[in-house]
T-cell receptor, first 117, second 115 residues
């Protein structure tokens, strides 16, 4: 069964530009989460989508946004890029349906390495 | 606020030398504790889910255990291919909010196994 697919794998952008990253979840998974990974802060939660709705959001500025399509594919957008946005952006998919029972394991893609110059 | 602390930060072992990695956590209510393995430049690979104190899971040379305050990842007779960063994450009940999709990660333990 195919895993989580993220495109592109690598991106180089200039400060002030915007960028869009794409994620295709495992077939049948409707929950898609996004994370930022940096050497200093580790993995940090950005947001989660389910059935085209954002259900949860982390502590990131409004420059970071996302959306999900009816086929569960998701995109993440970062506007007005800053040097500090350079990171590995990871997408994870899961079967999570509700947030009051046992947690559901998330499966990660290979990530998109974003470098802002 | 949920917190996850992993120790040691780095661990160097000889092939065959067994050891354990520690993950201490503080959460209001645990929905699950997850272990991942991450190779350089790649995304985390799922290893185990633990839900309640006393639970144990095994896979090849790895065994994960859980108490009310910490989890251990035991590595028995490691091989060089076990070299990677091992990440621990918790998913917690969020007071006044939602926990959908949100994992809180530790900083990881970098494991190096020498032949």
């Amino acid at each position: 069964k195919a895993g989580v697919t993220q495109t592109p794998r690598y991106l180089i952008k200039t400060r002030g530009q915007q960028v869009t990253l794409s994620c295709s979840p495992i077939s049948g998974h409707r929950s898609v989460s996004w994370y930022q990974q940096t050497p200093g802060q580790g993995l940090q939660f950005l947001f989660e989508y389910f059935s085209e709705t954002q259900r949860n959001k982390g502590n990131f500025p409004g420059r970071f946004s996302g959306r999900q399509f009816s086929n569960s594919r998701s995109e993440m957008n970062v506007s007005t890029l800053e040097l500090g946005d350079s990171a590995l952006y990871l997408c994870a998919s899961s079967l999570e349906l509700w947030d009051r029972g046992p947690g559901t394991e998330a499966f990660f893609g290979q990530g998109t390495r974003l470098t802002v110059v | 606020e949920d917190q996850v602390t992993q120790s040691p930060e780095a661990l160097r072992l000889q092939e065959g030398e067994s050891s354990s990695l520690n993950c201490s956590y503080t959460v209001s209510g645990l929905r699950g504790l997850f272990w991942y393995r991450q190779d350089p430049g790649k995304g985390p690979e799922f290893l185990f889910t633990l839900y309640s104190a006393g639970e144990e899971k095994e896979k090849e040379r790895l065994k994960a255990t859980l108490t009310k305050k910490e989890s251990f990842l035991h590595i028995t007779a490691p091989k060089p291919e076990d070299s990677a960063t091992y990440l621990c994450a918790v998913q917690a009940m969020e007071a006044g909010g939602t926990s959908y999709g949100k994992l809180t990660f530790g900083q990881g333990t970098i494991l190096t196994v020498h032949p």
